[in-house]
């Protein structure tokens, strides 16, 4: 498990981090998302004792990584976006010089074995690390945080340089890890962090501005009042669609997203707080003799989650709006 509890650092006056909490807890995978500046890597740097704090505490597994740095970094596993290699080694020396660096005490040939398997690269054991791929690079730099089994793995940029196929099967990889790992995933391709990620942490201006499942982050920026609706209407017009559409009591505003041949139209809707229009728009839609092909919930992707958050956007406090509620 890993938990950061009011972690700041601080460059003179420059506040790069400025007093986060979180927590990853065992077998989950958190993603750790931030655009370039926003004190990412300062608090992964702190998380694996690179760096030190100006205040607050990172625990590993319940150590503090200043107070004994040595045992919370026995339970780390680090890739950075950079893997530390040594070119003119090859794969089989690096991973001897590490396993003997860790001072590991698992069997040391079939852990080796075991780890290269798992990141396919058993076939260029004996071959010069300098003469790989910038892919297999990679693989090596993931296969030297595994060395000695980690209870936390910190993972800076994974699947940077790998061919698509590569990504896959180091995105299936990362998400079996996290069965028994706990793991931070650092990435700037969205769609892996929604594809491999339990739980995501933002951080934006050195503070954590969300700290939830993509799913939840989506409802809580989104609300319940926006959908998209496909309607076939036949041979009627766009008009007349819109017309019915804009006639339901509580809609607020509405338009055509797309429209397609034989008269099928998207329409994007966002009705007024609290009114539900679902039943309605239904039952005009049938009156009308045209087909509701399809209508959900217009939920946020993973990207429109991170643009609105780190360009001025937050999360609607719930107990706020109760408060509002009551008193208005």
């Not at 100006?54 to 893997?83: F, H, M, W």
């Not at 790989?132 to 699947?159: F, H, M």
């Not at 609300?223 to 607020?252: P, Q, Y």
Request: proline content about 3%; glycine content about 8%.
């Amino acid at each position: 498990m890993i938990e950061v509890i009011d972690l700041s650092k601080h460059y003179g006056d420059k506040k790069a981090v400025n007093n986060i909490s979180f927590k990853a807890e065992d077998g989950e995978v958190l993603g750790f998302l931030g655009p370039n500046g926003a004190g990412k890597s300062t608090t992964m740097n702190i998380l694996t004792g690179y760096i030190s704090c100006t205040s607050g505490k990172a625990l590993i597994d319940g150590v503090d990584i200043l107070e004994d740095p040595i045992k919370a970094k026995r339970s780390i596993g680090y890739l950075p976006e950079i893997p530390p290699l040594y070119t003119d080694m090859t794969v089989k020396e690096y991973l001897y010089f590490i396993y003997d660096l860790k001072k590991c005490k698992l069997p040391k040939i079939s852990h080796l074995q075991d780890i290269c398997s798992l990141v396919k690269i058993d076939h260029v054991y004996n071959r010069l690390i300098k003469n790989l791929s910038k892919g297999y690079r990679q693989r090596v730099g993931l296969a030297q945080a595994l060395v000695g089994n980690p209870s936390v793995l910190i993972l800076d940029e994974p699947t940077v340089g790998l061919d698509p196929k590569q990504i896959i099967e180091i995105r299936s990889l990362i998400k079996k890890l996290g069965k028994n790992h706990t793991v931070i995933l650092s990435s700037h391709i969205l769609s892996e962090v929604q594809a491999v990620c339990d739980r995501i942490v933002v951080i934006n201006e050195g503070k954590v501005v969300a700290n939830d499942t993509e799913e939840n982050l989506s409802h809580k920026l989104t609300g319940d009042n926006k959908f998209l609706c496909r309607i076939d209407a036949g041979k009627d017009m766009n008009d007349d669609v819109m017309r019915m559409v804009k006639s339901i009591d509580g809609v607020d505003r509405a338009f055509c997203d797309a429209e397609h041949k034989n008269g099928i139209f998207d329409i994007r809707i966002e009705a007024k707080e609290g009114c539900e229009i679902r039943y309605e728009l239904f039952e005009k839609t049938a009156k009308n003799g045209w087909t509701m092909l399809e209508l959900k919930s217009a939920e946020m992707n993973l990207e429109d989650i991170f643009l609105r958050l780190t360009m001025g956007g937050s999360i609607p406090d719930a107990a706020a709006e109760e408060n509002e509620e009551a008193i208005g």
